[in-house]
Structure formats: structure tokens, C-alpha cells
């Protein structure tokens, strides 16, 4: 019964590669976005959705792509990784733009680029 | 957009009451307080919100002077469990909403024995 649920957990991968993260909230929450907590614990907006629109694209480089293909999920595809992208993803929702409305987050997903 | 300022870290002792305190000196009219709680290897999670005076759940208190302009979450007898990083979000609704997308670095609070 996981609120947010994020797949895989656990990314080990080489420079190079394209990978996927996906995320599923089954909280009817209009609002997921992709955050990036990278090794010194800061936490930065990368993607924010509102019923499958991009609302939010914050600098983020060309080769992190999210795809919403409904209001439940969240996808986030990433190409040509680079070690810079190691980091903790995770996903979050709430209903209504902004931590204000309550952030539910998933689990993360830990990615390794050696 | 409202910035906020907090301690970067916190020692404390089982049962004892922590009170970890947030700088937001130019919050705005319709802005909200709202913190939350990361434990390692998981995501924030909401603990508290208030716009002004005093809230208070099972989990915390949040004290609001009358000027806004800082807020103080109460932590009452904390335990081993409540060794975590906070964070204090400044924000409103949309279209305000916008400033609570960003996390500062928090206070790492860390609860010894």
C-alpha cells in the first residue's frame, strides 16, 4: 500500500549508459515532481508535473527527460549518464503545487555512475 | 521569495525538549510555515504547519510570533528516533507555492543516549 513507490531502489551503471527511474503514487494527487539530493544532502526541484503537464523544468541538462503518461505516474529517463549525476532521486506528490500542500515522497532511488 | 534560515546542526539527550529555530525575515502575507522531517535514505516527510501563534500535533509544536518573521518547531522529549535532518519551507498557495519547491540544507539534529 505504498503511497509513492520508485523503481529501481538501488542504480549501479557506467558513464555512457541511458537509464530509467519510474514512479507511481496512488494517492489521486494532481501535482508529482523528480527531485535530486546529491552527496552533500542538498535537496533541488528538478521536474514538477500537474496532471501530466511540465509545469517546472528547473536547468536541468537536456539528457533527463521526465514523461508523465497519466496523472499516477511519473518517469524519469536519463541519457548518456555522466558521474556529476550520482545522486539519491527521488520522487514526490502532493495535491496542489508546493510543499505547502504536503509533499508525499518515495523511498529514492540511489544512482551510481562509475 | 521568502529564504530561510536555519542552524546547520543540533546535539541533544533522550527526553530532553529541542527547539530548533527558522530565520524567514521577508515572508510574505499569504506565506505559510511548513517543516519537515528526512531520516537517512528516505524521503521528507511532513511534520507540521502554521501561519501564525501556536500549532500543535502529536508529532510537534510550531510557535509563530506575531511578526512572522521567525518560527520555532518543538520537539518534546526527543528519543534516538528523531535523529534527522529538518526543514523549514516558506510558502503559500499558488501561485506563492513556488518558493516551498526548494529545500535549504536543514538542521541535522542528532539525539544521543
Known amino acids: 500500500d505504498t503511497a509513492v513507490s520508485q523503481t529501481p531502489k538501488y542504480l549501479v551503471t557506467q558513464m555512457g549508459n541511458d537509464k530509467s527511474i519510474k514512479c507511481e503514487q496512488n494517492?489521486?494527487?494532481?501535482?508529482m515532481y523528480w527531485y535530486k539530493q546529491d552527496s552533500k544532502k542538498f535537496l533541488k526541484i528538478m521536474f514538477s508535473y500537474n496532471n501530466k503537464e511540465l509545469i517546472i523544468n528547473e536547468t536541468v541538462p537536456n539528457r533527463f527527460s521526465p514523461k508523465s503518461p497519466d496523472k499516477a505516474h511519473l518517469n524519469l529517463h536519463i541519457n548518456s549518464l555522466e558521474l556529476g549525476d550520482s545522486a539519491v532521486y527521488f520522487c514526490?506528490?502532493?495535491?496542489?503545487?508546493?510543499?505547502?500542500?504536503?509533499?508525499?515522497f518515495g523511498s529514492g532511488t540511489r544512482l551510481t555512475v562509475v | 521569495l521568502a529564504k530561510t534560515t536555519q542552524p546547520i546542526s543540533m546535539d541533544s539527550y533522550e527526553g530532553q525538549e529541542v527547539n530548533i529555530t527558522c530565520s524567514h525575515n521577508n515572508i510574505a502575507t499569504n506565506d505559510y510555515i511548513t517543516w519537515y522531517q528526512q531520516f537517512p535514505s528516505q524521503g521528507p516527510r511532513f511534520i507540521i504547519q502554521g501561519y501564525k501563534t501556536k500549532v500543535t500535533n502529536e508529532v510537534a509544536s510550531l510557535f509563530i510570533p506575531a511578526d512572522r518573521k521567525s518560527s520555532t518547531l518543538s520537539l518534546p522529549r526527543v528519543s534516538l528516533s528523531d535523529t534527522a535532518v529538518y526543514y523549514c519551507l516558506v510558502g503559500g498557495p499558488y501561485p506563492s507555492g513556488y518558493s516551498t519547491l526548494t529545500f535549504g540544507k536543514g538542521t541535522m539534529l542528532l539525539v544521543s543516549p
Open positions: 494517492l489521486g494527487h494532481d501535482t
Open positions: 514526490a506528490s502532493s495535491q496542489g503545487q508546493g510543499g505547502f500542500y504536503g509533499y508525499t
